[in-house]
């Protein structure tokens, strides 16, 4: 009978401590030491099992894991994973949407030129900005996957905390470590792209009666701004994956 009570008793403190923990709301993991953060090997990311058990005001505790690249952001930014990668999500949105408002000004200025400039113009459509749309999207449509786990609120919430790389592992196959080397590699092959963009259309805007030249440098105003958008994040990237620099830094 004795032992019965205490049963029961046990599981109503156990169901009672995890509602109490999954009401504890979020803050921020306190910003590691660079001597912490090296102590944290990304080859053993993946395998450590350390937690992080800090007090929560007098009496309580909220756990949290410690992984490197995260623990990285955070120390270099002050951004968490989930705040990181929605300022990259939003900057290539707008740079999506400068280079196909960019686009549109090209094919208009192409009933105005003859034919060779013509084919010129709709190469740099159909290839270079195409394939940095392309590349844009796909990132935007990986991000747009990740993004709901690592910012909604009842994740922040959860009794056991998961890490950005386990979600990100989850949903795309793939590390946090991955997932930033793969951002950085194809938002510089994109940076490449509208470089070359710029770069044609300088040169075909001195051949072109004023009217197109004009339609031509406000699309070379419409490529920089583009880059404009991502060029800190590729900055940020290459803070914290120094490592991954392959583009000129111009």
Not at 82 to 90: C, D, R, V
């Amino acid at each position: 009978m004795q032992r019965n009570t205490f049963f029961a008793v046990f599981c109503a403190l156990s169901v009672g401590m995890n509602a109490f923990v999954a009401g504890v709301p979020p803050r921020p993991r306190p910003r590691l030491s660079w001597a912490e953060i090296k102590q944290l090997a990304p080859k053993n990311a993946n395998q450590q099992a350390i937690f992080e058990v800090e007090p929560f005001q007098i009496t309580n505790e909220e756990i949290a894991p410690r992984d490197y690249f995260a623990d990285l952001i955070w120390y270099l930014l002050g951004l968490t994973v989930g705040a990181f990668l929605e300022f990259i999500n939003y900057s290539l949105m707008q740079t999506k949407n400068t280079i196909n408002a960019g686009k549109t000004r090209i094919e208009d200025a192409m009933d105005d030129v003859d034919a060779g400039v013509k084919a010129e113009l709709a190469n740099i459509v159909d290839n270079a900005l195409k394939q940095a749309v392309d590349l844009i999207g796909e990132l935007i449509y990986k991000l747009g996957r990740v993004l709901p786990s690592l910012t909604s609120t009842p994740m922040a919430h959860a009794p056991t905390r998961v890490d950005p790389n386990d979600i990100i592992l989850a949903i795309l196959g793939m590390t946090l470590e991955e997932f930033l080397r793969e951002l950085t590699d194809l938002i510089e092959r994109s940076d490449t792209l509208l470089i070359n963009t710029i770069n044609s259309l300088n040169d075909i805007a001195g051949r072109v009666n004023p009217t197109v030249a004009a339609m031509l440098r406000t699309t070379v105003t419409d490529m920089t701004r583009a880059r404009d958008f991502i060029r800190p994040v590729l900055n940020n990237l290459w803070e914290v994956l120094p490592d991954a620099i392959t583009a000129q830094k111009n």
